[in-house]
Antibody
Framework: QLQLQESGPGLVKASDTLSLTCTVS??????????WGWIRQPPGKGLAWIGS???????YYNPSLGSRVTMSVDTSKKQFSLRLSSVTAADTAVYYC????????????WGKGTAVAVSS | QSALTQPASVSGSPGQSITISCTGT?????????VSWYQHHPGKAPRLMIYEVRNRPSGVSNRFSGSKSGNTASLTISSLQAEDEADYYC????????????FGTGTKVTV
């Protein structure tokens, strides 16, 4: 059964870059069936899609984040990553990595989430 | 891209049925049958409950059902149980600007 686990620092300084990694187990990160994505939930707010990456390197990002977001997939390590630059307090959130079904467009498997706070 | 609109809260007694609406536009809900619903207990990972408007993943109770009419999708929970108390989010695929996913504002279900 596919499982996802996020890892990364829980505290990032304002204006720095937030970096998170998601490790995939129990399934193939190179499968054409899946996209690999990140979703976040700021305190007291709802879920928001950050972006998705495919095993071939193609990526799609939420336009609201502009050029601050970068995602990548490392098939050799069975990991995918998120980098968010120039963070502010508004980027404080619980970050979830997800497995999206490529053709049916739903988030089938979620990681447990990792809380990231941005300090001034 | 604006969030899909859900009621902030819905409540019901054990055994009753409730329905949560999710309103979007012709660029998302109205344009595609890629509506999904997620149950979220605070502190836990969200769980997929419905995909492609009305399909249930294995392991999800048949008390949960989904539908769509025009730009509005709905999630119905029948025979409400205490364990159903959670936040629920709808989501839709959209290509209005670039292929992406939009979530609903979230609904707190109280049993």
């Amino acid at each position: 059964q596919l499982q996802l686990q996020e890892s990364g620092p829980g505290l990032v300084k304002a204006s720095d870059t937030l970096s998170l990694t998601c490790t995939v187990s129990g399934g193939s990160i190179s499968s054409s069936t899946y996209y690999w994505g990140w979703i976040r939930q700021p305190p007291g707010k709802g879920l928001a899609w950050i972006g998705s990456a495919y095993y071939d390197g193609s990526t799609y990002y939420n336009p609201s984040l502009g050029s601050r977001v970068t995602m990548s997939v490392d098939t050799s390590k069975k990991q995918f990553s998120l980098r968010l630059s120039s963070v502010t307090a508004a980027d404080t959130a619980v970050y979830y990595c997800v497995c999206l079904m490529a053709y049916s467009h739903y988030m089938d498997v979620w990681g447990k989430g990792t809380a990231v706070a941005v300090s001034s | 891209q604006s969030a899909l609109t859900q009621p902030a809260s819905v409540s019901g007694s054990p055994g009753q049925s409730i329905t949560i609406s999710c309103t979007g536009t012709s660029s998302d809900i109205g344009g595609y049958n890629f509506v999904s619903w997620y149950q979220h207990h605070p502190g836990k990972a969200p769980r997929l409950m419905i995909y492609e408007v009305r399909n249930r993943p294995s392991g999800v109770s048949n008390r949960f059902s989904g539908s769509k009419s025009g730009n509005t999708a709905s999630l119905t929970i029948s025979s409400l149980q205490a364990e159903d108390e959670a936040d629920y989010y709808c989501s839709s695929y959209t290509t209005s600007i670039t292929p992406l996913y939009v979530f609903g504002t979230g609904t707190k279900v109280t049993v």
